[in-house]
Each structure stands twice: as C-alpha cells, then as structure tokens.
C-alpha cells in the first residue's frame, strides 16, 4: 500500500489539534512578515527624516522660521516633532516676561522628553510581538509534533504487528508542526533583533538631540535674562 507522503496531505490528514496548532503557526508567521514589512518602512523613513531634519536643523538657520516650516510639514519625523513640542513650549512660556528662567527651560525640557517618549512607543508598536512569536513558536510547534506523536503510538495499541510503514505518517505530520514553528519563530528572531538594534540607534539619536536643542534653549534663556537685567539697570 503507496503512503501520501506529501506535506498537503500530512497537514490535511493530521489530527484536529495537530492541525489547529499549525493554523495557529501559520496565522503568527502571516501576521509576522506583515509586521516586519512595516517596520521596514517605518525605520527607515523615521532615519530619513531624521538625516533631513538635522540638516535644516544644523544649517545655521533662525529657529523660528523651522519652526514654522516644521509646523506646517504634514510628513515630519519624530525630532521634528521634539523640536516642535519643545519650541511651541518655549515661545508660549516666553510670552510672559514675568515667567521664571528656570521654569522655562524645565518646562520645555519636560514637553520634549513627553514628545520623545511618545515617539519611542509609537516606534516599538508591533515589536513586543515579534519578540512573543520568536520565543514561543517552537514549543507551539513543539506541542503539535508531541501531540501528533503521541496519537501514532496510541495507534499501535490497536494492532497486533506495527511497521514502519504505519507509525512514519504520523510521525512526519506530527514533525510538520515543528518545521512550522521554526518557520515562524525564525523570521521574527532575526527581525525583532535587527530591528532592535536600529531602534536604539534612532532613540539614542533623538535623546542626543534632545539634550544638545535643550542646551540651545538654556543659552537663549540666559542670555534674554542677562538683556532684561541689564535693561532693568539702565531704567
């Protein structure tokens, strides 16, 4: 008797639970790529942006004027959107003449950190689950192949004489939903750590970023303080 050994058939001939365990790994690893995919794109536009950003930051240009061009620029990155949260905040604190030099800069140091907080979970959305589908595939899959296993020599109680020819079926499904976990685990390994490592590069950025704008921001304070005394002096 000729055994279908064929991987369609292994799957659609496996048990029910071995075959929900591969409709479960298959599921994981579609979502996965989808994930990947977009982070793909989400990096490395965010690095772009980024690239563009300091370039126009670091030209030598009046900050109000980026400011401007930033608020108006639909498709900024995340340090524009720092910059923009710590400028907004600047120019609105500054409005006051009473308002504290300390309090100033504290303040719009606080709505950067917020702004680069919020990027930074905007940026490691989805990578929490490739991180899940990385470390638990295998023993998911490690499941099914124990399951599958488990029915096949459960299977030889009723016979008399088993052969190879009997128990390799059951064997090669149950193994089916290894392979698939491995199928999905690996992808989503390799990913979430090279992901990982752009996305500490990019926050390391923006943090570098941050404290250099926020040392700019406390040199304009200091020095609207010094004319406002040095104004007071003279009246």
Same mark, same amino acid.
């Given at each position: 008797?000729?055994?279908?050994? &064929? ?53 030598? $240009? ?71 589908? $990385? ?16 029915? &096949?020599?459960?299977?030889? $109680? ?11 079926? $059951? ?53 609207? &303080? ?10």
């Amino acid at each position: 008797m000729q055994t279908n050994m &064929s991987i369609i058939s292994l799957i659609t001939e496996a048990s029910v639970v071995v075959q929900l365990v591969m409709a479960l790994l298959f599921l994981a690893s579609f979502i996965s790529w989808i994930f990947i995919v977009q982070k793909h794109f989400i990096l490395n536009r965010a690095i772009s942006r980024a690239d563009k950003f300091e370039d126009a930051f670091w030209s030598g $240009g009046n900050l109000r004027e980026l400011y401007v061009k930033v608020k108006e620029d639909n498709s900024k990155g995340g340090m524009a959107r720092i910059f923009e949260a710590g400028f907004k905040e600047y120019l609105r604190q500054s409005k006051n003449p009473k308002t504290n030099p300390d309090r100033l800069f504290e303040s719009t140091q606080r709505q950067m950190r917020i702004g680069l907080s919020r990027e930074i979970d905007a940026l490691e959305t989805n990578l929490n689950f490739l991180a899940t589908v $990385g470390s638990t595939s295998p023993y998911v899959g490690l499941f099914g192949t124990v399951w599958g296993i488990m029915n &096949s020599f459960r299977a030889l $109680g009723d016979v008399q004489q088993a052969t190879l020819s009997m128990v390799a079926p $059951g064997i090669a499904e149950a193994l089916v939903a290894t392979a698939m976990g491995l199928f999905a685990a690996i992808p989503a390994v390799i990913a979430y750590n090279r992901f990982s490592g752009k996305l500490d590069r990019l926050i390391n950025r923006y943090g570098t970023f941050l404290e250099e704008f926020s040392t700019l921001i406390q040199r304009q304070i200091q020095a609207s &303080s010094a004319q406002a005394d040095n104004t007071n002096h003279v009246d």
